[in-house]
């Protein structure tokens, strides 16, 4: 069974950080590229960042670019997703997810940006 | 940006009903879509790939057509479970995006 576990989120203030981890297991993690999708409060999923099977190619949605970074370990089974330079719009549940389809989904991780 | 408008943005339907969602593409994108139920905050499942292949577990009630820019999600008979938020997406290229979703509410 394909198990996504996400976590690193919480309350920060603006401008600070947090690194965002998504445990996975239940798969081949390095046969499959990730994906990171954010939903705000009452609002719509948004695309985040992809990262491809081996790193070699990571893709950013224009309103993360230059402050988020995507990355993976491979040997751990974890993406990771470092967020810097955070702002209150970037509040929200952020999910991990396999491929750029969405097979399979993590719970969410709240990340809440206020002073 | 390739932009996905999904209509209508909510319905209100009977158990038993057919309900349709339509999502249209900005451009040609083959059948590079996907479609996700959502209930209540949780995590999306995902139902379709390919436009018009089920997922592994998703009941056969649950369809997708289309290619191109124009694409369908069609649920035969609505169950009670069925009430939730779908959406639908775009994977033929950077930026991915997504729909705006479709409540589908009890009559």
């Known amino acids: 069974e394909v198990q996504l576990v996400e976590s690193g989120g919480g309350l920060v203030q603006p401008g600070g950080s947090l690194r965002l981890s998504c445990a996975a297991s239940?798969?081949?993690?390095?046969?499959?590229?990730m994906t990171w999708v954010r939903q705000a409060p009452g609002k719509g999923l948004e695309w985040v960042s992809s990262?491809?099977?081996?790193?070699?190619?990571?893709y950013y949605a224009d309103s993360v670019k230059g402050r988020f970074t995507i990355s993976r370990d491979n040997s751990k089974n974890t993406v990771y997703l470092q967020m810097n330079s955070l702002r209150a719009e970037d509040t929200a549940v952020y999910y991990c997810?396999?491929?750029?389809?969405?097979?399979?989904w993590g719970q969410g991780t709240l990340v809440t940006v206020s002073s | 940006d390739i932009q996905m408008t999904q209509s209508p943005s909510s319905l209100s339907a009977s158990v038993g009903d057919r309900v349709t969602i339509t999502c249209r593409a900005s451009?040609?994108?083959?059948?590079?879509v996907a479609w996700y139920q959502q209930k209540s905050e949780k995590a999306p499942k995902s139902l379709i790939y390919?436009?018009?292949s089920l997922q592994s577990g998703v009941p056969s009630r649950f369809s997708g057509s289309g290619s191109g820019t124009h694409f369908t999600l069609t649920i035969s008979s609505l169950q009670p479970e069925d009430f939730a938020t779908y959406y639908c997406?775009?994977?033929?290229?950077?930026?991915?995006?997504f729909g705006g979703g479709t409540k589908v509410e009890i009559k």
């Open positions: 997810a396999t491929d750029t389809r969405g097979d399979d």
């Open positions: 239940g798969f081949t993690f390095s046969n499959y590229l």
């Open positions: 990262i491809s099977r081996r790193s070699t190619g990571t």
């Open positions: 451009q040609d994108i083959s059948t590079w």
């Open positions: 390919a436009a018009s």
């Open positions: 997406q775009q994977y033929n290229s950077y930026p991915l995006t």
